[in-house]
């Protein structure tokens, strides 16, 4: 008796090229509606369904492979003779290949005003429960749930035989694709209803290998998400070595601080902080503004721009080592001055878009939250005293917070004409922070605004502020000491805004 392949699938690429060979091979093709009308329109010989299980499709088609005489056929073990005598018994042939692909539920989802019945239907039922079967049989049957794996299994077979290596494989990858799809219709659905679920379900798909983690001692590969486009998606890169895992976590800060300042604007990173923002009335004049911050640690660090990059700007940017440039595009002329660093990375983003929520695993655990996507609400900030704020102060205590959100806590940025002047990262304490900030600032910080990402414990760090000059300072607010800390600003004629709002980012 000839092996028999059952094929039933929505994505039809490939599919003909793998039904004839596996004719050619001497096997029979049994499919559904669809996929049979199909193969048939392409002269290849194909059973109906509805020829083996002796029932025609019913309920719009919601009903047609769920049949004894297809799930026996896949789920009787070979080796097994009761599994052999009830076959025999019931003239159930063996079905030795499945090959499917689910209905597109989340190209389906996606669709504006589609309406929760179309929504519905686009759920697949007949299709999974049929490579669950086989795979589940994968010893004695093949699964095959993806175009690129069918040359593979012809090629095996006229060999001889899918080996079990390769069954095993199959078998993996097809009870993924059931998760997956299940994911995607819990998510979709919470959603939809906005329900709370008590379960909280990922699916990412190995993208590449990368060189190695953090440290080269680390292994380390890049995942995208299986369901939606992520970062990782949006970036093409035009020029250099693929990045390393240390590149996309600094590519990921840059642009995440680069999306929230309207252009012309750089921003710069070092070791996953900012070392250098700014905006300016060109791309240029900001990449200028925002090197001048910290240049030390612009050296091998990121670069990220909100505009196409010229030749003009290209030639500045190769006075330093940089060791990616991103941005959303760059003109002709630009790319071979750019490209004459051969360490280089030139990236090119589409489109910025980040996730709703933000997840960080916690020794095997998972904590979500909101994302931190509120900047400043300016109608609810108070300044201390209802003092006066001229339009240029307001513009960069705006700016100056915004650049604050991005920086490793404790935070302090000092900034002037929307450009940083000197940036305090990560320490544990907040006037140490500040310390560093205002030192980098020195005499440019007379006259400039200081952000802090939370409260002040103590006044030192207006005190600190005072002795630059700095003009005005803004910050959450809510210390047990508020009234220290005020009283040190109205001594020192520091304009003090209290947004209420806090950004630790640790």
């Known amino acids: ?50 020829s083996v299980t002796g029932f025609p499709e019913i309920l719009s088609g919601r009903v047609k492979t769920l049949h004894p005489k297809i799930f026996g056929g896949i789920l009787a073990l070979r080796d097994d003779p009761k599994h052999q005598s009830e076959l025999a018994a019931q003239a159930i042939p063996k079905i030795d290949l499945v090959c499917v692909n689910f209905y597109p539920f989340v190209e389906a989802a996606r669709k504006p005003n589609l309406t929760e019945a179309q929504l519905i239907e686009e759920i697949d039922i007949g299709g999974p429960s049929l ?74 798909t190995k993208a590449q290998e990368l060189r190695y983690g953090e440290n080269p001692h680390q292994r380390a590969a890049l995942y995208r998400n299986a369901l939606a486009p992520g970062l990782s998606s949006q970036i093409e890169v035009l020029w250099g070595k693929e990045l390393s895992y240390n590149n996309w976590l600094d590519t990921e800060s840059a642009l995440a601080l680069l999306g929230e300042l309207a252009p012309p604007a750089c921003v710069i990173i070092k070791h996953n902080n900012p070392c250098g923002v700014a905006r300016g009335k060109t791309l240029l004049e900001a990449y200028e503004s925002a090197l001048e911050c910290d240049p030390v640690s612009a050296f091998g660090g990121i670069v990220a721009l909100n505009q196409s990059v010229d030749r003009k700007l290209a030639e500045k ?136 990402d939370g409260f002040f414990p103590f006044p030192d760090t207006v005190e600190l502020a005072a002795q630059y000059g700095i003009a005005a300072i803004i910050q959450p607010g809510g210390s047990v000491r508020d009234p220290e800390v005020f009283e040190a600003a109205r001594k020192h004629k520091i304009t003090m805004v209290l947004t209420g709002v806090r950004h630790f980012r640790h």
């Open 131 to 204: 490579v669950r079967a086989a795979a589940k049989n994968f010893q004695h049957v093949i699964v095959l749930t993806d175009p690129s794996d069918y040359e593979t299994v012809l090629d095996e077979l006229r060999q001889g035989g899918v080996s079990e290596v390769t069954r095993r494989r199959l078998a993996l990858k097809a009870f993924a694709k059931v998760a997956e799809l299940d994911i995607a219709i819990y998510q979709t659905l919470q959603e939809r209803w906005a329900l709370e679920g008590e379960r909280l379900f990922l699916a990412y």
């Open 317 to 452: 940017l190769n006075e330093i080592f940089l060791e990616i440039v991103v941005a959303p595009d760059f003109a002709p002329d630009a790319l071979p001055i750019l490209q004459q660093k051969k360490d280089r990375r030139l990236l090119r983003y589409r489109e910025l878009r980040f996730p709703k929520e933000t997840l960080r695993f916690l020794g095997g655990d998972l904590l979500v939250q909101d994302a931190d996507a509120i900047v400043i609400q300016e109608n609810s900030w108070k300044v201390l005293d209802d003092a006066a704020l001229s339009e240029a102060e307001r513009r960069d205590l705006i700016f100056a917070f915004t650049v604050c959100k991005h920086v490793k806590s404790n935070a302090i940025v000092v900034a002037k004409d929307e450009a940083t002047l000197g940036i305090g990262a990560g320490q544990t304490n907040r006037v140490g922070s500040a310390r560093i900030a205002l030192a980098q600032a020195g005499e440019r910080a007379r006259g400039a605004v200081l952000a802090s």
């Open 1 to 50: 008796m000839r092996p028999k392949a059952l094929l039933s699938v929505s994505d039809k690429t490939n599919i003909a090229e793998l039904a004839r060979g596996l004719v050619e091979l001497g096997w029979e093709i049994v499919s559904t509606g669809g996929t049979a009308k199909f193969l048939s329109e392409r002269k290849i010989p194909v059973t109906p369904i509805e």
